[in-house]
């Protein structure tokens, strides 16, 4: 993996991870029916934390409900060529899904 990509998430505290892919970091340019709910938390299976983004639109977390994986636990599994819908197949069957 090119490790001058930036990691499209960004540590609010030592507990939570902040989605910043496109969508996500400029919200109001791209959720046209604002309805207060938009911006939630799912935790990764791997390391627990939440993860907050704007399930509406994140290109990265959106489509993923209940579960998702993060962006930093997928690096492992993206320097061995491993693709999303693998990743979270594995993620699963570790923990018993």
């Known amino acids: 993996?090119?490790?001058?990509?930036?990691?499209?998430?960004?540590?609010?505290?030592?507990?939570?991870?902040?989605?910043?892919?496109?969508?996500?970091?400029?919200?109001?340019?791209?959720?046209?029916?604002?309805?207060?709910?938009?911006?939630l938390w799912n935790m990764c299976l791997l390391c627990n934390k939440k993860v907050w983004y704007y399930h509406q639109i994140c290109?990265?977390?959106?489509?993923?409900?209940?579960?998702?994986?993060?962006?930093?636990?997928?690096i492992p599994f993206y320097e061995k060529r491993i693709k999303t819908g693998e990743i979270y197949r594995l993620a699963k069957r570790k923990i018993g899904v």
């Open 59 to 74: 290109s990265l977390y959106g489509r993923r409900k209940p579960y998702l994986v993060c962006f930093n636990c997928r």
């Open 1 to 39: 993996m090119d490790n001058l990509l930036p990691i499209p998430i960004k540590s609010i505290n030592n507990k939570d991870y902040e989605c910043i892919c496109k969508y996500c970091s400029n919200p109001e340019k791209y959720i046209t029916d604002w309805d207060g709910y938009s911006y």
